[in-house]
């Protein structure tokens, strides 16, 4: 049986054998912990990118936007038109796909995103809203390729690890945590949400020049952080304690006993940029306001190991995203 959440990558390698018809204007096709296609069209490249928000009710428009608006910008592109589709379970109120495309099309205009079309149905056998958003953004020149990481690349990744499902689990799961934690902190944790945009730092780190950048989503930084090291054929060497984490993102964790580095990451980009230039890339972000650590970095052997106090150990890959426990008490 399929865990929730992603499907494994070894089926996903599969899938990869029935792509239709081969096109020469494809720049970047499927593949494990690629974000995005790109397509030529002469003097610019066509990105796009699809993702769906299943996990999330509350501010589910809001996700959709920046979710798939994050794939495009781990390319170099700024995202420019958006699809959506919005399945509503049986019985829904009329105001709820009302209230979803307003929070679509509030979160577009910030972003400079026209909505270009999609669909809209009530679908059976669903317990809740599913919106599935299909991104396009343009650039000139070749995108920044996700598969690019080279081996001694220093891995660096922006603001704290499981924003988005700290966000949705605050926002989720409201009473249950007042009456534990208090008012206060879970506004904290469902504000979150607002740092869940990774375009302006893909912007600047795409400025300064990098090999590859990913976003993290479902299976959070440990998951991202294996399909980067999957798309580019390299092994990682991660250094757990030095994974930047919000005191509510900790003890959210601890008391529904998730692991931090396996919860939804929206929020944080990774990034391989070389070793000499690693610092001063933390530096120029942190100029613009962004938080950023250097956490690991790309290995020519194929292995995937974490140091702990000082030793190297395994550092498996996530069977499914921790948010999925919560969910299904």
Known sequence: MLPAGKVPSEILEKLFRTLGSEDERVLVGPGIGIDFAAISF?????????????????????YAVHVNANDI?????????????ILLPENSDEELPVRIMRDID????KLGIS????????TPGLDRPIVVGTMLGEKEGNPIRPNNAKPGDAIVMTKWAGLEGTSIIARENRKELEDVFGRDFVERAASLLDYISIVPEAIVAAEFGVN???DPTEGGIANGLHEMA????????VYPEKIPIRKETMAICKFYDLNPLALLGSGSLLIAVKRDHARAL?????SRGINAAVIGEFLAEKKRVAVVNGEERPFPRPRSDELWKV???
């Not at 610019?44 to 809001?62: H, L, N, R």
């Open 282 to 286: 933390v530096e120029r972000l942190a």
């Open 212 to 214: 590859a950048m990913h």
């Open 106 to 109: 509030r979160e577009a205009k």
């Open 115 to 122: 909505i270009v079309g999609g669909h809209t149905e009530v």
């Open 42 to 62: 002469g003097d610019k490249v066509v990105v796009a990118s699809t993702d769906p928000i299943t996990g999330a009710v509350e501010d589910i428009g809001f």
């Open 230 to 237: 999957d798309s580019s054929g390299l092994g990682i060497r």
């Open 327 to 329: 969910f299904k008490r």
């Open 73 to 85: 910008a781990v390319s170099g592109a700024r995202p420019r038109w958006f699809l959506v589709t």
